[in-house]
């Protein structure tokens, strides 16, 4: 990120790991049906937003909150890995998809 203003988490490979994985689910989830709208769609791209965010947030305070908020980013990670799972088996992603997007979460 080139900007005069940034912030010191936004230089952890974590966090542009996770907004990157933001994108993706954002991307996947655009050819869940509409009839998911409220449902696997949103709770995957909440899943997927709240990891960075709890990254950021953590990021700066000491180790063992910082930790704590890691330990929720993961619980976060694991939510996406069944959603995914569920697009998967509902046949909303392709099997090619949802390993992608397993490798992801698996890199997070």
């Known amino acids: 990120m080139e900007n005069s203003l940034s912030f010191k988490f936004e230089n952890l490979k974590v966090y542009q790991k996770a907004l990157d994985f933001v ?3 954002y991307a996947v989830s655009r050819n869940f049906p509409n009839s998911e709208l409220y449902n696997l769609t949103s ?3 909440r899943a997927a937003v709240s990891i960075p965010l709890n990254i950021a947030e953590g990021a700066g305070d000491t180790n063992a909150q910082f930790n704590r908020f ?4 993961s619980g976060s990670v694991k939510e ?3 959603c995914s799972t569920i697009a998967n088996r ?4 392709s099997d090619a998809q949802n ?6 979460l698996a890199e997070l």
């Open 80 to 82: 996406c890995v069944v």
């Open 43 to 45: 709770q995957f791209k």
């Open 90 to 93: 509902q046949k909303f992603i």
């Open 70 to 73: 890691l330990e929720i980013a």
């Open 99 to 104: 390993m992608e997007n397993r490798i992801k």
């Open 23 to 25: 994108d993706l689910a």
